[in-house]
């Protein structure tokens, strides 16, 4: 199997053990979950399936982000208590992610159970001077780890950019440098916090999922991902902050599913360009749902359109219709084959289209992208 390493940018052959580590970054769970969502899933979704029919077995962690400003904000604008929409948004996901037929996670951790590693990575990267304390709130040091900005291969320009955009305060003049992110940062009045040696407060992002994989699976996993959009800078800072601690590499292989865009925009909640999959689930399959979005390949940006969902449905039928046909001998294999190649799900979906149009059972194969006829 060869697949593309964001820290790389090649194409490179996985060497996969009989237990493979998958770590996945999950749901915020302030809203539903969107195509753009559930694309991420399904490429890890299918990465298993093709591994497990390879003779593997898959632990897939993903997380669930339970603390979070964006959580505190919307709880704020509803007037509810936050666990309480935590409790309801996870809710939806899941049968989201039941309906979508994605297998489900061997751990689902919330970022708040991880409270005690998370203050004893931030001690310990203090204790090792990659970190710095100002009024309660610890940061990360990135001139302490020259290797940072190695996986995005972004300039310092572009990644000011991004933190700006994404939740990083590069303008907070407490950091000795722009970029410089939070570990643990100090309880503001009216929102949760927890005991720590600097005082209450509540963990930074980026360091939530360094804990939780590390946690789950020790010092290294063998495949990491997410959208492109947590390339930077949430998996640059957990990438900087767990090699400082752990001296030692962090993942094997980094995996990123491209954007989904709509209207001619990437797919998002700040933007409220979205197509919901529990509301699409009330008109159409399930399966046809995944169908539209696997013809696609999963590094390469596309945009959605709901009438996109019409001839996957048209497709869809015909290969029910076709069960207990005779069967292609080599319509497996050539599905396998089309996954090997960095998880080409358009080539695996147009060959099981192709055998369907001529009269095959397709059953089989289908399975391997996790439609079940």
């Not at 390879?54 to 709880?75: A, Y």
């Not at 003049?173 to 005991?195: C, H, I, Y």
């Not at 169908?291 to 001839?311: G, P, V």
């Amino acid at each position: 199997m060869k697949l593309y390493n964001t820290a790389t940018s090649e194409l490179e052959e996985f060497q996969a053990s009989p237990i493979v580590n998958i770590y996945t970054c999950g749901v915020t769970p302030y809203d539903s979950t969107h195509i753009g969502h559930a694309a991420v899933f399904i490429t890890f979704d299918v990465l298993q399936r093709r591994l497990r029919s390879l003779g593997h077995e898959t632990r897939l962690v993903r997380n669930v982000t339970d603390i979070d400003d964006d959580i505190l904000r919307k709880s704020n604008e509803l007037g509810v208590y936050y666990r309480d929409l935590v409790d309801s948004e996870v809710k939806k996901f899941n049968k989201d992610m039941r309906s979508l037929n994605i297998l489900e996670s061997w751990s689902e951790p919330l970022a708040t159970s991880a409270m005690k590693e998370i203050i004893e990575f931030s001690e310990q990267a203090l204790e090792s001077n990659h970190a710095y304390e100002v009024e309660g709130t610890v940061f990360f040091s990135v001139k302490s780890w020259p290797k940072f900005g190695e996986l995005s291969g972004y300039d310092r320009e572009t990644m000011l950019k991004f933190a700006a955009e994404r939740g990083g305060f590069p303008d907070d003049d407490r950091k000795k440098d722009p970029l410089d992110f939070v570990l643990w940062q100090a309880a503001v009045e009216g929102e949760p916090s927890w005991d720590s040696p600097w005082g209450k407060g509540r963990p930074g992002w980026h360091i939530e999922c360094s804990a939780l994989a590390s946690k789950e699976f020790g010092e290294q996993i063998d495949i990491h991902g997410g959208g492109s959009d947590l390339i930077f800078p949430h998996h640059e800072c957990e990438l900087a902050q767990s090699e400082a601690i752990n001296q030692k590499p962090f993942v094997k292989l980094w995996m990123h599913q491209a954007m989904v865009r709509m209207d001619g925009e990437k797919m998002s909640k700040s933007l409220g360009n979205m197509s919901f999959v529990s509301e699409l689930v009330k008109t159409y399959d399930p399966r046809t749902i995944r169908l539209a979005i696997t013809k696609n390949h999963y590094r390469t940006e596309w945009e959605w359109a709901d009438d996109q969902l019409a001839e996957a449905d048209e497709q869809l039928q015909r290969w029910i219709s076709n069960k207990n046909n005779r069967v292609d001998p080599n319509l497996f294999s050539s599905v396998g084959e089309a996954l090997d190649n960095d998880l080409d799900t358009p080539v695996a979906a147009s060959l099981i289209v192709e055998a369907s149009n001529s009269g095959f059972d397709v059953t089989r194969a289908a399975d391997l992208i996790g439609i079940i006829l």
